[in-house]
């Protein structure tokens, strides 16, 4: 048995070596001195990518030319969150209005960088936000002092609040029929995003999942958080179907690739767990490693999959630097 | 509705108020109501990601022999009009002297309901700051539901925290989660100076559904 163990253990050590991945740097952008990168979005194609950096400014540029397409700030607000459409045709940005403690978020176009729908957020400083457009692009779901699904065009909103503390995390089903939220309260639930009727809960939870994302059959979905698991859960009955064991530290994302075959784990660890700059790509059917990105001196602040590779968007002192895994 | 200056009058007339219809306890009663005074819903704060569900129901969270500063954590849970809501349950998690909670099970985790008047009383330690470089100050997590209330996340602060540097009105604004230094709530130290326990009250006001 002890011998078992210990090829195990010798084969997942051999496992992890074998898969482990400096990364193939891609791409830096450069950003002015004394600024750096806070969070980023790709969008789904890769072609764009957005940054929130220091200097409270919003840069998005173009990741095949690497031209700086845009920079976008307002007076006196600050950019917490930021996110593309499915399309990549808008960009939502969540700001803090610093002077009046309250938030707005915006939704610009992405060829005329014109505001289309704006929404008035009594948001408190400390309050995150989890922003996610719905697959069709009518929709955002947002945290701000509750859980809101926003009808774009109507201007229409959906509360799916938990009972408590708001949510890490939200992720709409690829067929846009569900959201799934990762709520403070411990617990994982999933919502009609058209009704906003609860469909199911995960009670499997101590500690607080932070991230949540569907499978692209919409009928699992993943997630993981300060116990240092990634859970797949049942969509329909909130059940924990299975785990990914040996997880390196807290779960800060989650990001599932197109064909399901893979999942992205962003990593908190450290005093505090507030080092990132550690991802692994896992194969969730073997639930092996297939690529290890860890670097020191670097920040994570964001990725996507891009066709059948992970985009990480890693912050460095005054640069911005996409990797390609595996 | 009495007021104090009604009470007052029946006081000054003495015997000539045994005809009154209000009983000395329907009186007293009456100016209890009437000095009742609507109260401001405590100001929510971060859940912050460490709360774990389940938590054990007591209200001593310190063992024996655990280093720190023994702290007494006690309180009322009122709603806005100023009733007690003795429905009201508190549940609270910290971390432990040196700054650390605990994940993997429940030190400085505990819940209760609050007696017949609101109140509740929690044996602890001082918590510690985070070891990172952040400048969060020393906090304890505080959620508490009652039927009927909205529920409230919030934290407490203590004015003694040496970031605030003696002035918490001014310096709260150090802590980067303190919106409102109304959450800061003064320490008193009892006991010998070698066994110096802290007290820290915490009224919490709820609001109404």
Known sequence: MRLNLL??????????????????????????????????????????????????????????????LRSLSESGQSPRAVEF?????????????????????????VTSWKARYEFAAPVSPFIGFALAFSPD????????????????????????????????????????????????????????????????????????????????????????????????????????LRTLPNQPGLILSLDVSHNGRQVAVLYGSGEHFVDVDHLMLWDLDKGTIVADFQKS?????????????????????????????P | MLTRRDVLQCVALGSGVIASPFSSEAMLSALQEGEKQTRKPTPPNALGPFYKRLAPVRSMLREPADPGMPLTLFGQVFDTRGDVVPSATIEVWQTNHQGYYDLDGYRYRGRQQ????????????????????????????????????????????????????????????????????????????????????AQVRFELCLERL
């Not at chain 1, 193939?24 to 990518?49: I, K």
């Not at chain 2, 609101?118 to 070891?131: C, I, K, M, Q, R």
Request: glycine share 8%.
């Open chain 2, 114 to 197: 609050v007696d017949n008047s609101g109140a509740y009383t929690f044996e602890s330690v001082v918590p510690g700051h985070y070891a990172d470089k952040r400048r969060v100050c020393q906090h304890i997590h505080y959620v508490v539901t009652a039927p009927g209330h909205k529920p409230l996340v919030t934290q407490l602060y203590f004015a003694t925290d040496p970031v605030f540097e003696g002035d918490p009105q001014k310096n709260y604004v150090r802590d980067p989660l303190l919106q409102t230094s109304e959450l800061i709530r003064p320490v008193m130290l009892t006991g010998d100076p070698n066994e110096v326990h």
């Open chain 1, 297 to 325: 001196g670097i920040s994570i602040t964001g990725g996507a999959f891009v066709g059948d590779h992970y985009v990480v968007a890693a912050a460095s002192r005054n640069e911005l630097t996409l990797w390609s895994l």
């Open chain 1, 85 to 109: 459409s499915t399309d990549a045709r808008l960009l939502a940005i969540a700001y803090q209005i610093v002077a009046y403690e309250k938030g707005a978020i915006r939704v610009f176009d």
């Open chain 1, 137 to 240: 692009n009518r929709r955002l779901a947002f945290f701000d002092i509750n859980d809101q699904i926003w009808e774009l065009g109507s201007g229409s909103l959906i509360d799916i609040s938990p009972p408590f503390g708001g949510s890490s995390s939200l992720s709409f089903s690829t067929d846009g029929r569900w959201i799934a939220s990762a709520d403070g309260d411990a617990h994982v639930r999933v919502y009609d995003a058209s009704t906003g009727t609860l469909q199911s809960t995960a009670q499997g939870f101590l500690l607080e999942p932070m991230a949540v994302a569907f499978a692209p059959d919409g009928k699992s979905l993943l997630a993981g958080g300060i116990d240092q698991t990634v859970s797949v859960i049942d969509r329909k009955t909130g059940k924990i």
């Open chain 1, 7 to 68: 090829a195990l253990s010798l084969t997942c050590c051999v496992s992890i070596a074998g898969a482990a991945q400096s990364g193939r740097q891609e791409r830096t952008f450069a950003l002015p001195a004394q600024a750096s990168v806070e969070a980023a979005a790709l969008s789904r194609a890769g072609n764009l990518v957005a940054a929130i950096c220091s200097d409270q400014v919003v840069r998005v540029w173009s990741t095949r030319s690497g031209e700086l």
